[in-house]
């Protein structure tokens, strides 16, 4: 059990400076901040002058752009990005605008193309965003198109398989301002995984107020109740440079709140199934799952050639990793796959978000390995890879026909009764815990970006 001033250490072995050792906590003060913060379109229009055009955004993922020519598109706000893959295999981004009379260029969420035509009126540029031809160039002056009007490039770059474009040209390089340290996502071979499911979906809140409510777990036993047979709800939290923060959610494990410590009920034996152990062979009590379901894993990781889980900890094997990139991304983090979480601030309304969450899946050729269960995936589901999905959308008003899952459903719900009540005037502002410190943390540098110390 933790208390504030003894946070949790899930592998107290660790060595300083391993991935899972519990890093010193970084002192965010505890001022409490004032909660216009999530809803006043002021604030709203510092972060698109300060904010947003001066950090790493995650676009995509490089497996959705395998070839030359493969594009994808993705809206931040009012802006759209268009990410190409070239023909010498680097990626490059532009703004998704023709420099003609600014129609989007690429209509679609992704595609192929040897040349991008614009739809206005066919002017077309290449894969490097250079114009290639402008129709009935004879009818503009000379001087008007001599600098050959191509797509606008802004910075791009990648890491371990993620995609980030920067609108800054001042802000320093991606591995210099990613937070985490060397191999932290390179070990998961986000790359080799698919996007086997995306989902985008409108909700009624802040970006913020989306992120606080899946950067911590002390909701778990009030909101999700559901997860406290198999999951811990007081997690690992670890602040990185940045704005960086993770947590560590042990998983296959009782929360200590259960009373019965012991048993191995039908949902410890679905997980270890889930690792394709029989849990009749179990001789143990449910407190020697989690180590019992890691070491199975491992067994089946070698059995199946899976060479990425020798570069992972016992607790990767089982837990969730779910790391937070500042500003506004969350990912899960399995050994199986990964869910890429991005809350993505609505162009004009500071109380909208557009929560986009990708489900990403190693897939493994074999009979006896399947997708697991928890990753909660539609039956029918493309698992090799081969197709990618269209992204489904939902409006806030459409919400009733998203299949999101009962645990996002609760949070649905939740999210948007926090942002009404951050807006009452009995409300003082929020007061974070030692478990909420992500939130704090990630705050705190958001207030460095809009004060100019950033
Ligand atoms: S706006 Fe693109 S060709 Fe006219
Ligand atoms: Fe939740």
């Not at 019965?260 to 039908?266: L, P």
């Not at 790391?323 to 909208?352: L, S």
Request: proline share 6%; aromatic share 10%; with cysteine.
């Amino acid at each position: 059990m933790l208390d504030y001033l003894n946070p949790i250490v899930l592998n107290p072995s660790a060595a300083a400076g391993a991935l899972d050792a519990k890093r010193p906590t970084v002192n965010n003060g505890l001022d409490v901040l004032d909660p216009s913060r999530y809803y006043s379109r002021e604030f709203m229009q510092k972060e698109w002058t300060h904010l947003w055009p001066r950090v790493w955004l995650l676009v995509g993922v490089t497996p959705d752009i395998p070839e030359a020519g493969d594009y994808l598109t993705f809206e931040h706000g009012h802006e759209s990005f268009l990410v190409v893959r070239q023909e010498d295999n680097s990626i490059k981004a532009f703004y998704n605008v023709c420099p003609h009379r600014a129609n989007r260029i690429a209509l679609n969420d992704s595609g192929s193309v040897d040349k991008f035509t614009c739809a206005f009126h066919g002017w077309k540029f290449g894969k490097d965003g250079k114009l290639d031809c402008i129709t009935d160039e004879e009818s503009f002056h000379p001087q008007l198109v001599a600098h050959r009007p191509s797509m606008t490039e802004l910075r791009c770059d990648q890491i371990g398989g993620l995609i980030f474009v920067n609108m800054d040209g001042k802000a320093p390089p991606l591995r210099e301002w990613i937070g985490l340290p060397p191999g932290y996502i390179e070990n998961y071979e986000i790359e080799k995984m698919h996007v086997v499911r995306h989902q985008t979906t409108e909700w009624m809140a802040n970006w913020k107020t989306g992120l606080d409510g899946f950067v911590e777990t002390y909701h778990l036993p009030h909101i999700h109740p559901q997860t406290q047979s198999v999951m811990e709800d007081q997690s690992q939290l670890d602040t990185y440079p940045n704005g960086f923060q993770r947590m560590i959610v042990p998983i296959c494990t009782k929360s200590h709140r259960v009373g019965d410590q012991t048993t191995v009920d039908a949902n410890l034996q679905f997980m270890m199934r889930e690792a394709g152990m029989d849990p009749a062979s179990y001789t143990g009590d449910a407190s020697g799952v989690r180590a019992a379901v890691q070491k199975a894993k491992r067994e089946r990781a070698a059995r199946l050639g899976l060479t990425h889980y020798d570069k992972l900890t016992d607790g990767q094997l089982t837990d969730s990793w779910a790391t937070g990139f500042f500003p506004n991304v969350q990912i899960g983090m399995h050994p199986e796959g990964v869910f890429v979480m991005r809350f993505v601030p609505h162009p004009t309304d500071p109380e909208r978000f557009y929560y986009d969450n990708m489900i990403m899946f190693r897939y493994v050729d074999d009979p006896n390995y399947f997708v697991p269960a928890w990753m909660g995936l539609p039956t029918n589901t493309d698992i090799t890879g081969m197709t990618r999905p269209k992204i489904e959308r939902h409006a806030a008003d459409d919400m009733s026909n998203a299949d999101l899952g009962e645990v996002l459903n609760q949070d649905v719900e939740l999210i948007a009764s926090v942002q009404k009540g951050s807006k009452s005037r009995g409300f003082r502002g929020p007061l974070w815990s030692e478990q909420e410190s992500r939130i704090r943390h990630y705050q705190r540098e958001v207030d460095r970006y809009l004060n100019g110390e950033k």
